[in-house]
C-alpha cells in the first residue's frame, strides 16, 4: 500500500502544535481542524507501518477536547 500524503494544510496546523497544552490557545472553531488533522497523520503513519488503526481513530476528537479544557500535563487524564 502507498502511503497517502498529508495535505500542507495538515502539517502546517500540527507544526503550530507543538505540545498537546498548546491546544488551549486555539479557538475551538479550530478543534475539528485539528482532529482532522490528527486522523490523517494517523492514516498516512499506520499506511507505512501496518498495524491497529480503529480505535485510535476512534477517540481523536475526544482527545483533542481533553487536551483543550484540562491543563495537560498537570491534570492527568487517565485511559482504561
Given at each position: 500500500?502507498?502511503?497517502?500524503?498529508?495535505?500542507?494544510?495538515?502539517?502546517?496546523?500540527?507544526?503550530?502544535?507543538?505540545?498537546?497544552?498548546?491546544?488551549r490557545q486555539?479557538?475551538?472553531?479550530?478543534?475539528?481542524?485539528?482532529?482532522?488533522?490528527?486522523?490523517?497523520?494517523?492514516?498516512?503513519?499506520?499506511?507505512?507501518?501496518?498495524?491497529?488503526?480503529?480505535?485510535?481513530?476512534?477517540?481523536?476528537?475526544?482527545?483533542?477536547?481533553?487536551?483543550?479544557?484540562?491543563?495537560?500535563?498537570?491534570?492527568?487524564?487517565?485511559?482504561?
Amino acid at each position: 500500500m502507498l502511503p497517502l500524503a498529508i495535505s500542507s494544510d495538515h502539517a502546517a496546523l500540527l507544526d503550530r502544535i507543538p505540545e498537546p497544552a498548546a491546544l488551549r490557545q486555539l479557538p475551538e472553531s479550530e478543534l475539528q481542524a485539528v482532529a482532522d488533522a490528527v486522523r490523517a497523520e494517523m492514516i498516512d503513519a499506520v499506511s507505512i507501518t501496518g498495524g491497529h488503526l480503529g480505535s485510535g481513530l476512534g477517540v481523536v476528537e475526544l482527545t483533542v477536547a481533553l487536551h483543550h479544557v484540562f491543563d495537560t500535563p498537570d491534570d492527568r487524564i487517565v485511559w482504561d
